[in-house]
Nanobody
C-alpha cells in the first residue's frame, strides 16, 4: 500500500489544518491506520490511530481534544483534523497503515508509511 500525505503548511498558533492520507489500494479499508509526527532532533511519536472501520480511535495525550482522526474507506483516504494548533505541534507528520483490524500506538507495528508532510506552527 502506498500512502501520500497532503495538507501540511504554515499556520499561526490557534489555527487549524486538515491533513489527508491517500492510499493506493482498496485493502486500505481492511487495515487500521495511524498518524505520527517527528520534530527535528526527536524520535517519531504517536499522534492518533483509528481502527479499520473507524469505530475506534485513540489519541496521544498531547493532542487529545484538539485533533480528530477519521477515514473514508470508499475514498481510500484518512484524515487528521488539527485545531488549536500550538508551536510544539511543529513537525513532519506521517500517516501509516497497520495490517491489523485494531489500531496500534507503536511505530514498530506499522507496515506502510507515507513520505510525510511538514506542519509548522508559528507563535
Amino acid at each position: 500500500v502506498q500512502l501520500v500525505e497532503s495538507g501540511g503548511g504554515l499556520v499561526q498558533a490557534g489555527g487549524s489544518l486538515r491533513l489527508s492520507c491517500a492510499a493506493s489500494e482498496r485493502t486500505f479499508g481492511n487495515y487500521a491506520m495511524g498518524w505520527f509526527r517527528q520534530a527535528p532532533g526527536k524520535e517519531r511519536e504517536f499522534v492518533a490511530a483509528i481502527s479499520w472501520s473507524g469505530g475506534s480511535t485513540v489519541y496521544a495525550d498531547s493532542v487529545k481534544g484538539r485533533f480528530t482522526i477519521s477515514r473514508d474507506n470508499a475514498k481510500m483516504t484518512g484524515y487528521l483534523q488539527m485545531n488549536s494548533l500550538k508551536p510544539e505541534d511543529t513537525a513532519v507528520y506521517y500517516c501509516a497503515v497497520h495490517r491489523g483490524l485494531v489500531y496500534s500506538t507503536s511505530v514498530s507495528e506499522y507496515d506502510y508509511w507515507g513520505q510525510g508532510t511538514q506542519v509548522t506552527v508559528s507563535s
